[in-house]
């Protein structure tokens, strides 16, 4: 959604976006490009303007805002729409099959600022293209600052909540290739980020999402930028499985994994956030437990391995 602080118009587009989130809350995120000539702040007002912002603003030649980019699909003749199509838009684009899933995982450690996100694809279907991207940003809610507003009396509004500011891209604007795209392919890649010490992190989120390059969405999601986590594993198309949590969360010494019904006496899988096997295992037990006091800090993905399920999940070790 391409916005801007002294955009009159920009409140009204701004609770359309929110009525469209809250109507596909785990399939949309919204994310606030403050550019052009409406974001350029004057004296005491608020400057979210970034390098990528402006970048965005003009690959897709945005005529005026409040305008809005919705899957970065071209739909009715346009790559970019008007606020009285964003519903319809957004509708097509959630109607249109994704060949792959896409789970997100998102650590802060406060003492030196650093964002850890780890991001897991599986491919349910063979994709279209021989290359897809990652793309990770970091958006925050809850800045409390000007923004103009035509349907209000006085129109200047000091304390605007401001939400889901795009604040940084964590990966390149254009995202990070992923050359395996055929039905079963399995990737995992982590991405780090110094926070500035002006972001709340308690207020910050990521949002990831992959695509074609520079082109359509199949998937996104957003977490909080501060633990968050999607909510179950990655799993095939020919086979699913509930994930209970594991706990205690983050681990420290020990982590204990639900292992569910159907997976006992499964393969169990352990990767870092590099993707390195750290270890191999069978299940034996409802629960099983590992040993992670040595394991280095970060994030780890387990899956558990099937004859026709494979069911992924996540969790940190801090020491």
Known sequence: EFTG?????????HAI?????????DNVAVVRIHAGFFAVPNDGQPDFRTNWSTDLFAHFAIPFTPTAVIGRSSLFGSMVQTQDNWS???????FQAS???LGVASAFEPNMRELTVTVELYYTADA?????????LLTEDHIIGYQYDVTATPPDIGDYDHRHVLRAYITDL???????????????????????????????????FVGKYQGAVHQVKE???????TEVGIEEANGSALLSPTYPQPASEQVFIPVPGSMQRSALEIRDGQGRLVASERTTDAIHSLDVSAW????????????KTVVSGRFSVVH
Do not use: K
């Open 174 to 208: 254009w995202g990070d290739e992923v050359t395996t795209t055929l039905t079963g392919s399995s990737v995992i890649r982590t991405y780090t980020f110094t926070v500035p010490d002006e972001f709340d992190i308690a207020n910050c989120n990521t949002v990831a």
């Open 5 to 13: 602080i002294r955009n009159g118009d920009a409140p009204a587009a």
């Open 223 to 229: 977490v909080a930028a501060d633990g968050g986590t």
């Open 296 to 307: 280095p800090a970060g994030i780890y993905v387990y899956q558990f391995i099937g004859a």
């Open 88 to 94: 319809l838009a957004t509708d097509v684009v959630l």
């Open 128 to 136: 279209d293209t021989t290359s897809d991207f990652i793309h990770v």
């Open 17 to 25: 976006s929110e009525q469209i989130e809250q109507a596909h809350q």
């Open 99 to 101: 060949p792959v899933n």
